[in-house]
């Protein structure tokens, strides 16, 4: 156990300074105060991340104490290097989303000072799940994080908010309940008394039994990640919460469910895993090609967004699944990418809905004329969407692509058509929100603002700098993966041709 | 001779900051365009001076390289690690790409300083600036990149540029579709270029041409030969080539000195480029991928050239040209070793005389008021004297006039490619006449007979900043193919990079090719003597016979694209998204309503009864989880 019990705190000061803010009777305290404590978590998160060393034990900043002893749950919290940048990766979301959402909960059913601490609350619980190494604790975090989210979109949305809350939460839950079953057989089938993930890994030998655990586990994470055909909701979800919960929705939460089928459906169930990647690869292919066809087809800006991503979750999916360092390490590299750059995007179009008050594409049109600094923020968001090389979001689909093919040639060649897709859906989007004459009713609109630049500028750095230099993620994030692909028990393919000198 | 080994960069020298060369532009950029209106005043002289930077950093290189020992003419200079296990950013500093960067940056200055006059009264013209200088930087890291990863930053990054550049006036519907069709369609290229590096991968388990040209050999045939025409679609999609070209006529939408500079001198070259760079090892001499590209080229050249034929919109005919002049340098690139030195020699001759036309064009437009229907020109010859002389020179290198510089860079690639394949040498051959014909149709539409033009406008010839860049891009077109040519100079030059054919061709002004192809450009020229010169040329367009209008609308390409994915496409989108909501959603709420007893009980779940169907959702689990918890204990 390391000096500082680093993740405790993070969690700490968050649901502390969720209690404080909430206690707070002026709404803007309340939001510097969020701000505030969301930044001191950044700057934590970020301390944190440099003394992390990529290269030592595959768990650090590792703390356990008993919780439930007769059953053998721990409050046990480790990362390794997918988990820490998948903290990290939150931990600058939430202070961004709070700028972003100065003025977003003003018309809620609840108070604003509600849901900024809501937001705090949230970020506790998505460094939980990210950090949990016991898998019941894991669980409860998994869980638990539904609560806020159902909250910030059922109080906080647009018109249709209580059937995408109830929607979201009916699938959450119904997975959820799937994943409890298969978490109290894995404890019992495996007769270590214990929880802790380290010592369940190896421990299901009989492959029936791993394939109905596996199932359990799967089903939960396909939900939330979400895989087609179990995607519905997201689009609803996504379109009703207030840009700045959807951000965090898509960007992180969504995240557990893919980071939960490399961790665990993998390590923990690997037969299983490698008896149902031919179904999984299969599912990610279509979701990638279906999400991104359908989303061509959206005349609602954020429902748009909402099927890009799924069309995205099929291509980090289809990465854990092929179980090649390159593709898995890319797909760990695309969930932290995915979050900044459809945060963006849909932090930009969160601006232009609040302007115009509309979410449809028919009602812009020549926006770029009167806003070039929103359109231009648009377009990069826009472009980090569709993989354009040079921004971050290129290499981790790149890597992808580039490791599937390794194993599934097929699948990565079907797969590749997405870049095509994602051209169409991301500048026809484009084309009819931002270029053409200036519609009347977008005539007077304002450019961003400077709180709304603060939003914006770190985010596309991010991006930017990501997309030339992946390297200092990809050092911290390779040895996790490799790691785990040694717990799975696969080995990459060797080239055909072998040409480097002294293999 | 087989192309030299890429060495590793040691010594210092220009050749170690050949990085500036993408830096300045790239920074060029930055600063335009996070400096925003500030930047306004001095925007463009910034834009001028990095371009002129960059040209001066090829400049020093060239010179460093040249003093090499031609063995030595090879050097990767590694910049930093960018995927691990994947790729670098890396330069590869060699005959071949010193040549483009020579080219790019050159052109890309003249061009640069001709928008300053061109661009004066844009509003915008800062940034057509910014995205000026972003297009050099990628271009050049595209010709640079020692490996297909960099390579392919570079080559969207282009596509990026051009996106941007064509879109410029993006309040017009026209233009702003534009952009998004060229995009789309070169990144229908860029997934064959994908895939191709796939392969390599999966096959070398590397992607740096250093490591994957020696080793090519040892793969088997077909997977060469897969690498080879996926690279070719890539090829296709940058360089406007059959099937992929439809998007470049539509370019024209962009300011002038962006269709001379992206869609004519440089960036619809990346493809030739790709195919000579990769030649060694994925186009060899003799094989299928090599085959096709010669087929491909030989199609496109025709079909450019009937398409330039029809078009009265000067750009467009222009535009038509280029696909054309492309084909030819395909066909050569497709031979081998044989006809890369001619492909390349007549990509640099075609980047100054295209670039001399299309600035030509722009002055001319720039004059008229920006119309580009040639049938509203007419006798601008004695209006605007400099711009008619640099057109004219212009127009007399591309169609290969004796001793200027068209004549010996196509006069070789026909040469070389009859010694390869007759059939499609003389195909050449003939696309060099219809070349003298529709060349020499829009300098008689242009500049002679009557004036056509109403009284609004004031034809004048432009300001010194635009007709300098004509003058000198002119004199290039008049002594640069000799150059090249004569004495193999350029064949030599880039041995060490693209290889050599064993025996080094002559040249051979009274081969039976040379002379008909002479007499050929003559007869289509002539033919648009009598045609334009000779009788009125109506204001209006004929409605034209069936084989007039088929090369009007570009031969047809648009309405097959349609036909063929856009309509489908359209379907099955309105398809996928009936099917979602209607489909998968409803299959799902009609089972929540199931469960839930009734759907009138679903509305009041959604009205406020979620937290105790949740519970009841957790007892469910609890019975379960409890069930089985006493099975697996017994």
């Not at chain 1, 809501?118 to 539904?146: C, K, Q, R």
């Not at chain 1, 601006?351 to 812009?364: N, T």
């Not at chain 2, 007039?548 to 989108?573: C, H, I, K, S």
Request: charged fraction near 10%; aromatic fraction near 12%; include cysteine.
């Amino acid at each position: 156990m390391t000096a500082i019990p680093w993740l405790s705190i993070l969690m700490g000061v968050s649901v502390l300074g969720a209690l404080g803010v909430s206690f707070l009777k002026n709404d803007k305290l309340a939001k510097q105060a969020t701000l505030g404590v969301s930044l001191l978590v950044l700057v934590l998160a970020v301390v944190m991340t440099v003394g992390f060393s990529p290269n030592g034990d595959r768990f650090q900043y590792a703390e356990t104490y008993d919780w439930i002893p007769a059953f053998g749950v721990h409050y046990a919290v480790a990362v390794d290097g997918v988990a820490l940048v998948l903290i990290l990766l939150s931990a600058i979301l939430v202070p961004i989303v709070v700028l972003a959402s100065w003025h977003d909960a003003e018309q809620g059913k609840r108070s604003v000072r509600t849901y900024f601490a809501l937001l705090l609350v949230l970020e506790a619980m998505m460094i939980g799940v990210f950090a949990a190494t016991d898998v019941f604790l894991f669980y409860v975090f998994f869980e638990a994080m539904l609560i806020p989210m159902y909250f910030m979109i059922g109080s906080y949305g647009g018109a249709q908010r209580s059937y995408a809350a109830v929607k979201f939460l009916l699938y959450s839950l119904f997975g959820g309940l799937l994943m409890l079953v298969a978490v109290i057989a894995l404890y019992n089938v495996a007769g270590k008394n214990s929880f802790l993930f380290p010592e369940l890994i190896g421990a299901v030998t009989d492959p029936t039994t791993q394939k109905w655990l596996f199932l359990g586990f799967f089903i939960a994470f396909a939900i939330k990640a979400p895989l087609w055909p179990v995607h519905t909701w997201l689009p609803d979800a996504a379109a009703q919460a207030p840009a700045g919960a959807a951000v965090l929705l898509v960007g992180v939460l969504d995240k557990v469910g893919t980071y939960g089928m490399l961790r665990f459906c993998l390590e923990l169930f690997p037969d299983a895993a490698k008896w149902a990647t031919p179904v999984v690869i299969a599912l990610s292919v279509i979701g990638i090609v279906y999400g991104a066809i359908v989303a061509i087809g959206q005349t609602d800006i954020k429902r748009l967004v909402a099927y890009t991503s799924i069309s995205h979750f099929g291509f980090i999916t289809m990465g854990v699944f092929a179980m090649t360092t390159t593709a898995a390490s890319g797909a760990t590299l695309y969930m932290v990418n995915h979050g900044f750059s459809t945060g963006v995007l849909f932090l930009v179009a969160g601006f232009l809905i609040y302007r115009r008050g509309s979410q449809y594409i028919a009602d812009y049109g020549g926006v770029q004329k009167v806003a070039p600094l929103l359109a231009g923020a648009f377009l990069i968001a826009g472009l980090s969407g569709l993989s354009l090389p040079g921004l971050s979001t290129f290499v981790s689909e790149f890597m992808v692509l580039l490791g599937t093919y390794e194993r599934y040639a097929v699948p990565a060649i079907i797969g590749t058509t997405g870049v095509i897709l994602a051209a169409i859906y991301i500048l026809w989007m484009y084309q009819r929100t931002m270029n053409g004459p200036t519609a009347e009713s977008v005539a007077e609109m304002k450019d961003l603002n400077g709180r709304e630049r603060w939003v914006v500028a770190p985010l596309i750095a991010l991006i930017v700098v990501l997309g030339f230099f992946p390297k200092p993620l990809l050092d911290v994030i390779n040895p996790a993966v490799k790691e785990s692909l040694v717990n799975v028990k696969v080995t990459d393919p060797a080239p055909v041709v072998a040409v480097k000198e002294g293999q | 001779m087989e192309p030299a080994e890429i060495l590793s960069h040691t010594g210092g020298g220009a050749i170690s900051l050949a990085w500036l060369m993408i830096v300045l532009p790239l920074a060029g950029a930055a600063i335009l365009l996070i400096g925003g209106r500030a930047t306004n005043k001095w925007g463009h002289l910034l834009g001028v001076l990095m371009s002129v930077g960059a040209f001066v950093v090829a400049a020093l290189v060239f010179l460093q390289l040249i003093g090499l020992d031609p063995a030595q003419r090879r050097q990767s200079v590694n910049l930093y690690e960018f995927i691990p296990g994947v790729a670098n950013i890396g330069l590869l500093i060699d005959p071949l790409s010193i040549s483009f960067c020579l080219l790019i940056t050159f052109v890309g200055s003249l061009i640069h300083i001709y928008s300053i006059g061109y661009m004066s009264h844009d509003p915008d013209r800062r940034r057509f600036f910014a995205y000026l200088n972003l297009f050099v930087a990628a271009m050049l890291l595209l010709v640079l990149a020692d490996n297909y990863v960099a390579l392919f930053i570079g080559w969207e990054g282009v596509g990026l540029a051009s996106y941007l550049l064509i879109g410029f006036w993006q309040y017009k519907p026209s233009a702003a579709v534009a952009a998004k069709k060229a995009f789309v369609v070169n990144r229908v290229g860029d997934f064959g270029l994908l895939i191709a590096m796939f392969i390599i991968f999966a096959q070398f388990g590397t992607l740096q041409y250093a490591e994957v040209f020696p080793a090519a050999s040892q793969a088997s045939q077909g997977v060469l030969t897969a690498i080879g025409l996926l690279l070719l679609l890539g090829a296709c999609g940058k360089s406007a080539q059959l099937p992929l070209q439809s998007w470049l006529l539509d370019a024209m939408e962009g300011p002038t000195p962006v269709s001379a500079l992206i869609h004519a001198a440089t960036m619809v070259t990346a493809g030739v480029y790709l195919v000579v760079r990769s030649g060694a090892a994925f186009f060899p001499e003799g094989s299928t991928a090599g085959l096709v590209v010669t087929i491909v080229g030989v199609a496109t050249l025709l079909a450019g050239a009937i398409i330039g034929t029809a078009k009265d919109d000067i750009k467009k005919g222009l535009a038509g040209s280029t696909m054309s002049q492309i084909g030819y340098m395909m066909l050569a690139a497709g031979i081998g070793p044989a006809g890369y030195a001619f492909a390349i020699a007549h990509l640099i001759t075609h980047g100054f005389f295209k670039a001399d036309l299309f600035l030509g064009a722009g002055s001319v437009m720039h004059a008229m008021n920006d119309e580009v229907d040639m049938r509203r020109y007419g006798g601008l010859r004695k209006l605007l004297p400099i711009t008619f002389v640099t057109f004219f020179i212009g127009y007399l290198a591309i169609i290969g006039f004796p001793l200027l510089s068209g004549y010996f860079t196509k006069d070789g690639i026909i040469e070389s490619v009859m010694h390869h394949n007759a059939i499609l040498g003389w195909l050449a051959v003939l696309g060099a006449g219809i070349t003298g014909f529709y060349m020499t149709r829009m300098v008689v539409m242009t500049f002679f007979g009557p004036k056509r033009w109403d009284e609004k406008a004031h034809p004048h010839e432009s300001p010194a900043v635009m007709t300098w860049p004509l003058i000198i891009l002119s004199i290039f077109s008049v002594g640069l193919g000799a150059y090249l040519i004569l004495s193999n100079r350029l064949l030599v030059f880039l041995g060490p990079a693209v290889g050599q054919p064993a025996e080094l061709p002559g040249f051979h002004p009274f081969s039976v090719p040379g002379l008909t192809t002479l007499a050929l450009v003559a007869v289509g020229a002539g033919i648009a003597i009598a045609k334009y010169g000779r009788s009125e040329v109506p204001v209006v367009q004929p409605r034209g016979s069936f084989l007039t209008v088929f090369a009007r609308r570009d031969l047809y390409g648009d309405a097959l694209n349609e036909a063929l994915f856009m309509r489908p496409g359209q379907w099955l989108t309105r398809l996928a998204v009936f099917f979602d909501n209607r489909g998968i959603d409803g299959v799902v709420n009609g089972l929540a309503a199931g469960v839930g007893g009734s759907s009138g009980r679903l509305r009041k779940i959604q009205t406020g009864y979620v937290r105790s169907y949740a519970l009841s959702i957790f007892v469910g689990a609890a019975v379960l989880a409890g069930a089985w918890f006493v099975v697996g204990t017994l």
